[in-house]
């Protein structure tokens, strides 16, 4: 019988509103999970587009899915229309027509800064907050200093790292095992490396596969088991969303 933890992966990234609505979907029911405490969470970066401008000077959500994405109009309002149900029904105000769409390297690393004590589900719950709810630009480095001490992190710490390239290569790592894992898209919840959840699925699948993958693990075999996968809304490596 297997000992420790079960690890659950994630990947994930700011811009992607599906991601912060899975996160929550996969919290709520962790809260409903009877062997809580037996899951250990590892949250893992991906840049749905490394292209975009950095420290503050991001441009509006609706221009990039128009001008850069390649959206038409219509798309684009059928986009948000279809993420405010999901926002509603989780009572998580919506404000992704107003938001700024900017490169996500520095929020990731300082998630990943974040890691290192234990407060990175914090860290990427107000940077995603602040760009989902709030409509910040997510690269400002004041606005991620300000994140990072309210969690937790000292103001030098993380003056030192947005200074430095710490965590660069760790993002290219994740990003490139998540291509080595067959998957594009995200949200992508990894469980036990047996089962995989793309997208923001409701509360209840999200229990249902974690109880599957719990007592696949609690019984596990030396033997690789097959890769179950189910699929829900997600955004794509090009940055488009699914309606």
């Known amino acids: 019988m297997e000992t420790g933890k079960m690890k659950v992966e994630v990947w994930t990234d700011i811009m992607c509103p ?122 400002d480095w004041g606005l991620l200093l300000t994140i990072g001490t309210d969690a937790g992190l000292e103001e030098s710490e993380i ?15 994740d990003i490139q095992e998540m291509a080595n894992l067959g998957f594009d898209t995200v949200p992508t919840f990894l469980m036990d490396r047996r089962q995989a959840i793309i997208g923001s699925e409701p509360v209840d699948l999200f229990l249902k596969v974690l109880k599957k993958a719990h007592a696949d693990w609690k019984n596990r075999r030396e033997e690789e088991g097959e890769l179950v996968v189910t699929k829900g809304k997600s955004c794509s490596a090009d940055g488009v969303c699914e309606i």
């Not at 003056?159 to 790592?173: C, F, G, R, T």
Request: aromatic fraction near 10%; hydrophobic fraction near 40%; charge should be negative.
């Open 159 to 173: 003056l030192a790292m947005l200074n430095s390239d710490d965590y660069l290569y760790e993002i290219k790592q």
């Open 18 to 139: 599906y991601c912060y609505i899975g996160k929550i979907h996969y919290e709520k029911a962790l809260k409903q999970f009877e062997h809580a405490d037996e899951v250990e969470l590892e949250w893992k970066a991906f840049q749905l587009n490394p292209d975009l401008p950095d420290k503050g000077n991001g441009y509006p959500v609706n221009e990039y899915l128009t001008r850069t994405a390649g959206l038409s109009e219509e798309k684009v309002k059928n986009m948000h229309e279809a993420i405010k149900l999901l926002a509603d029904n989780i009572d998580v105000p919506f404000n992704l027509p107003n938001a700024i769409a900017a490169n996500t390297r520095d929020a990731h690393r300082l998630i990943k800064l974040a890691a290192t004590k234990g407060l990175d589900s914090a860290v990427l719950q107000r940077i995603s907050k602040a760009y989902f709810e709030e409509a910040r630009d997510y690269s």
